[in-house]
């Protein structure tokens, strides 16, 4: 009896992600190695790079900055990108806006954006109490299962006044109460996740009104609790996209 030998499966792709960047010194950071086998392409928007009309990869992250969100004659690629951000969530592309990422995508969506909100600027390790519904939020749940709270970087003087029509509030600080949000595929956190602390003293040394030491003594003392926050939100997120990429493959 003729065998014949097993032809071997097809060579499953990783997925990837298309990763937005406004400025030299705010990169994806410790998210480019907390995301796995998740591959990114990075348009360095403040080099020259365009920015797509539409997402073509499996998911979208755009970075912070040190512009506002309305800055676009200081970064002229700041529509293409609230027009990115329209179409990816309509598309239902699975996409995280970290600070002014996240503004981006509230305004772009309908919700309302404050520059340079009276409360000052929220520079420090941010305590972010998480809402009921982060508990079963497809990116924030696994953080959310270790405790109501988490310490996480925060830079960042403008800040989100109004949520987007239909989206999901998921976490506040005593600061500012619009921390992290979801409108469909879409996720906004204020905070940065993704930062480590050669990052983030960077950050706190360019600005007046930021205590680097204080700053940084803080990042020190809970550094553990910070990167097991940030490795977890990193891997919620590369969860969704391969789910939404797996799907996409079976189609």
């Known amino acids: 009896m003729n065998q014949t030998e097993p032809t071997a499966p097809d060579a499953i792709r990783p997925p990837v992600v298309t990763v937005i960047q406004h400025n030299a ?55 293409a990108t609230r027009a990115l951000l329209v179409a990816a969530v309509a598309a239902r592309v699975p996409t995280l806006g970290i600070c002014l990422g996240a503004q981006l995508l509230a305004t772009a969506c309908g919700g309302h954006v404050q520059v340079a909100a009276p409360p000052g600027r929220e520079a420090q390790i941010v305590d972010v109490r998480w809402r009921a519904e ?18 996480l970087p925060s830079m960042h003087a ?25 409108l469909g595929t879409a996720w906004g956190l204020q905070f940065h996740p993704e930062a480590s602390e050669d990052t983030l003293r ?27 926050a940030g490795q977890a939100i990193a891997s919620g997120f590369a969860d969704v996209v391969r789910r939404a990429a ?6």
């Open 134 to 151: 982060a508990a079963s939020d497809p990116v924030l749940a696994k953080v959310a299962a270790g405790g109501r709270s988490a310490p």
């Open 25 to 79: 010194d705010v990169p994806l950071d410790r998210f480019a190695d907390w995301l796995g086998d998740v591959e990114v392409v990075v348009v360095r928007a403040f080099a020259g790079d365009a920015v797509p009309a539409e997402v073509s990869t499996d998911g979208l992250i755009v970075l912070g900055g040190h512009m506002n969100a309305h800055a676009d004659a200081v970064a002229p690629w700041l529509p």
């Open 202 to 228: 960077g950050w706190a040394d360019g600005y007046d009104d930021v205590d680097s030491v204080a700053l940084m003594g803080a990042f020190s003392l809970r550094a553990a609790e910070i990167e097991a």
């Open 158 to 182: 403008d800040a989100i006044v109004d949520l987007p029509p239909g989206a999901v509030w998921l976490g506040s600080s005593a600061m500012y109460p619009y921390q992290a949000f979801r």
């Open 246 to 251: 797996g799907a996409a493959e079976r189609v």
